[in-house]
């Protein structure tokens, strides 16, 4: 399976192995891949760094 790449990550069920987080407007959703470039965009994510002050 081959997901967005250039920094980003994707979240795979440990107790639910083929299973990715992934992000549908406002909701997440814990699916398997349909191996769309919708579904590899959807399930990727960037780590950001934010100051909290």
Sequence with gaps: ?????????????????????????AALALEPSDGSADFS???SFFRISFDSR
């Excluded at 990550?9 to 992934?22: A, D, Q, Y």
């Design 1 to 25: 399976m081959t997901f967005n790449n250039g920094g980003s990550f994707v979240l795979e069920s440990i107790g639910h192995p083929g299973l990715f987080l992934r992000h549908r407007g």
């Design 41 to 43: 965009a959807d399930a």
